[in-house]
């Protein structure tokens, strides 16, 4: 995920062009303002898939099956898998087409 940075006065000038840049990219922009806090910017789509992942991670027992199951997932990547028609399939394990 990509992090810009923009300050206010730009943003104020960019904005519709800054929007679509966080949407395109799935980005966060960070904008800047003088003696205040700065806020950051993301699509409600980034936003909702953060929050769900929090969600999902915060029971510890859940937390554990998730992160089981990506280690699972990142082995199986490393192992190659021949490919099989959909007609060698069916007679490997006799079944009627």
Not at 28 to 53: F, P, W
Request: with cysteine; charged share 30%.
């Amino acid at each position: 995920m990509l992090t810009k940075q923009t300050n206010y006065t730009n943003l104020r000038q960019n904005l519709a062009s800054i929007l679509d840049e966080i949407i395109e990219d799935r980005g966060i922009v960070i904008v800047n303002r003088t003696g205040k806090e700065d806020v950051a910017m993301l699509s409600a789509q980034e936003l909702s898939s953060m929050m769900e992942t929090l969600y999902l991670l915060k029971s510890p027992a859940n937390a554990r099956k998730l992160l089981a199951a990506m280690e699972r997932a990142n082995e199986l990547e490393c192992v190659k898998i021949e490919s099989q028609s959909v007609s060698e399939l069916c007679e490997e394990l006799k079944i009627e087409q």
